[in-house]
């Protein structure tokens, strides 16, 4: 159980660029860096393209004044000089930016959080990839649902082979809040999203999609994706050439099949995610608005729930679990599970221990990566009519 005690010798002084007041998302970060301060504690940030606005907003999180930049090439500068600099940056800018503040960071010398997608080219990610190995700092991708608990325990059961051999992937993230089209020219944080030179080339298939592919390397990571064939649409007109709606095929090396229905026009739903994996003798089911339960359902036999938090668990679901049964978790708790093994992450690379790298489960580089070949392929098989397209 993770009371909150440290797991590293002192928290890393950590900065964020984005993320500011009017973000959708900044408050994620904060929330899941610092629930355990014993792993980051925030001292600089550029949180805004308007200066005023970053140092009003940081002021009233009661930060230094003299620590609020207006860019990130200025924070970057500035805190290198210091004794006290910051040692991790989290970029939670609109996508077109990450590649350059990501690239920015590692040149600096800092371990970078990015949010996803990471890029907008494989070839882009390759070359994070290359300036990470040489400035021995890495990258992590907040896939900000990952960190439930019963995610590990899926994966577990799934790899221990109580569900038999896979067969088939079922996945959804399909909600209803996009089908209003006046928040696009309204929301700050929708603005960017349905524009294709911020946004790059799709719309749900990176803004959702990534989440839910991430979370199915993560339960089943002995599977190898072969094949996407990818349909999209743009219901609301005003969007094309990005979608707001897209259904997925997949083809795995080992012969399981799989399914990705992606959108923010679900008209009415509040569920977001869920995650249906089928094997040979049984099924697992976690739906993110119920994060604290595990369907399992073994053929010929009563449906089980399994609940978060119980002794029947496996260790790893057990590791980092809160609050103890009949308290429930949320979002923030994932995310600041993340973060927990973020920082884990960084202290074992410094201190060049790669095995508990190696043994840590968290969405990295190569997991960034991978998530943008995804969105790259499902655009390239949607665009040549909806046909099957080789993954790798």
Same mark, same amino acid.
């Given at each position: 159980?993770?009371?909150?005690?440290?797991?590293?010798?002192?928290?890393?002084?950590?900065?964020?660029?984005?993320?500011?007041?009017?973000?959708?998302?900044?408050?994620?970060?904060?929330?899941?860096?610092?629930?355990?301060?014993?792993?980051?504690?925030?001292?600089?940030?550029?949180?805004?393209?308007?200066?005023?606005?970053?140092?009003?907003?940081?002021?009233?999180?009661?930060?230094?004044?003299?620590?609020?930049?207006?860019?990130?090439?200025?924070?970057?500068?500035?805190?290198?000089?210091?004794?006290?600099?910051?040692?991790?940056?989290?970029?939670?800018?609109?996508?077109? $930016?990450? +590649?350059?503040?990501?690239? &920015?960071? #590692? *040149?600096?010398?800092?371990? %970078?959080?990015?949010?996803?997608?990471?890029?907008?080219?494989?070839?882009?990610?390759?070359?994070?990839?290359?300036?990470?190995?040489?400035?021995?700092?890495?990258?992590?991708?907040?896939?900000?649902?990952?960190?439930?608990?019963?995610?590990?325990?899926?994966?577990?059961?799934?790899?221990?082979?109580?569900?038999?051999?896979?067969?088939?992937?079922?996945?959804?993230?399909?909600?209803?809040?996009?089908?209003?089209?006046?928040?696009?020219?309204?929301?700050?944080?929708?603005?960017?999203?349905?524009?294709?030179?911020?946004?790059?080339?799709?719309?749900?298939?990176?803004?959702?999609?990534?989440?839910?592919?991430?979370?199915?390397?993560?339960?089943?990571?002995?599977?190898?994706?072969?094949?996407?064939?990818?349909?999209? $649409?743009? +219901?609301?007109?005003?969007? &094309?050439? #990005? *979608?707001?709606?897209?259904? %997925?095929?997949?083809?795995?090396?080992?012969?399981?099949?799989?399914?990705?229905?992606?959108?923010?026009?679900?008209?009415?739903?509040?569920?977001?995610?869920?995650?249906?994996?089928?094997?040979?003798?049984?099924?697992?089911?976690?739906?993110?608005?119920?994060?604290?339960?595990?369907?399992?359902?073994?053929?010929?036999?009563?449906?089980?729930?399994?609940?978060?938090?119980?002794?029947?668990?496996?260790?790893?679901?057990?590791?980092?679990?809160?609050?103890?049964?009949?308290?429930?978790?949320?979002?923030?708790?994932?995310?600041?599970?993340?973060?927990?093994?973020?920082?884990?992450?960084?202290?074992?690379?410094?201190?060049?221990?790669?095995?508990?790298?190696?043994?840590?489960?968290?969405?990295?580089?190569?997991?960034?990566?991978?998530?943008?070949?995804?969105?790259?392929?499902?655009?390239?098989?949607?665009?040549?009519?909806?046909?099957?397209?080789?993954?790798?």
């Amino acid at each position: 159980m993770l009371i909150g005690e440290k797991k590293i010798e002192r928290p890393f002084r950590w900065g964020i660029v984005g993320g500011g007041r009017t973000s959708g998302v900044g408050y994620k970060h904060r929330l899941g860096a610092m629930r355990d301060n014993t792993s980051f504690v925030l001292k600089a940030a550029a949180f805004d393209l308007d200066f005023q606005r970053c140092v009003d907003f940081g002021k009233n999180l009661c930060m230094d004044e003299d620590r609020l930049y207006p860019d990130y090439k200025a924070m970057f500068e500035a805190e290198a000089k210091r004794e006290d600099g910051i040692e991790a940056v989290d970029i939670a800018t609109p996508n077109f $930016q990450h +590649f350059e503040v990501c690239k &920015a960071a #590692l *040149e600096a010398g800092l371990h %970078v959080i990015c949010e996803k997608p990471l890029f907008f080219e494989i070839e882009q990610g390759e070359e994070i990839k290359r300036i990470s190995e040489k400035t021995g700092k890495i990258v992590c991708v907040t896939y900000g649902f990952s960190g439930f608990d019963l995610l590990t325990q899926m994966r577990h059961m799934i790899l221990s082979g109580d569900i038999g051999e896979v067969t088939m992937v079922d996945l959804r993230y399909a909600h209803g809040f996009g089908c209003d089209p006046t928040g696009d020219t309204q929301a700050e944080g929708q603005k960017w999203r349905v524009d294709p030179k911020k946004s790059g080339p799709s719309f749900v298939l990176g803004d959702l999609s990534t989440h839910t592919f991430y979370i199915s390397e993560l339960v089943c990571p002995q599977l190898k994706l072969k094949q996407v064939l990818c349909d999209r $649409q743009s +219901f609301i007109r005003s969007r &094309a050439p #990005l *979608e707001d709606n897209a259904y %997925v095929l997949m083809r795995y090396e080992s012969g399981a099949v799989g399914r990705m229905w992606a959108s923010a026009v679900n008209a009415g739903d509040m569920s977001s995610q869920h995650i249906r994996i089928v094997g040979t003798k049984a099924s697992l089911e976690w739906n993110d608005m119920h994060p604290d339960e595990l369907h399992y359902e073994v053929q010929g036999k009563p449906a089980q729930t399994l609940v978060r938090a119980m002794d029947y668990l496996s260790d790893d679901a057990l590791e980092y679990e809160r609050l103890g049964a009949l308290h429930y978790t949320g979002l923030i708790d994932s995310w600041s599970n993340l973060y927990n093994r973020f920082a884990v992450a960084m202290d074992a690379k410094n201190r060049g221990d790669e095995q508990t790298r190696r043994n840590l489960v968290y969405p990295d580089l190569e997991h960034g990566i991978k998530g943008i070949r995804w969105v790259t392929k499902c655009v390239e098989s949607a665009d040549k009519g909806g046909v099957w397209v080789d993954f790798e």
